[in-house]
């Protein structure tokens, strides 16, 4: 059975980081794209970061570059969020999720597995 599990997620004032995690099992996902979206409440679910199966190329939403990091560690079969200077606009639950074998994706559609989601919620 597959599974995506995210964690790290938590309360921070406005300012400070978070470090998320995700954890794949089941299956090894080193050829996949793996990718983090967000959703706030009642908004829809909307793309935040993605990165290719080597960790060679990776893709922002405008409203995170160079403010989050993303990174994968294929040997733990694990991708990464860091997250700095947060702002209240973040607050959200973010999701993990695989994708398509090879490069960089950025629509919820092309991605076929899904975590069960992280709850971050920024103070100002």
């Known amino acids: 059975q597959v599974q995506l599990v995210e964690s790290g997620g938590g309360l921070v004032q406005a300012g400070g980081s978070l470090r998320l995690s995700c954890a794949a099992s089941g299956r090894t996902f080193n050829r996949d794209a793996m990718g983090w979206f967000r959703q706030a409440p009642g908004k829809e679910r909307e793309f935040v970061a993605a990165i290719s199966w080597s960790g060679g190329s990776t893709y922002y939403a405008e409203s995170v570059k160079g403010r989050f990091t993303i990174s994968r560690d294929n040997a733990k079969n694990t991708v990464y969020l860091q997250m700095n200077s947060l702002k209240p606009e973040d607050t959200a639950v973010y999701y993990c999720?695989?994708?398509?074998?090879?490069?960089?994706?950025?629509?919820?559609?092309?991605?076929?597995?899904w975590g069960q989601g992280t709850q971050v919620t920024v103070s100002s």
């Open positions: 999720a695989a994708g398509p074998e090879g490069g960089v994706a950025t629509y919820l559609y092309e991605y076929d597995y």
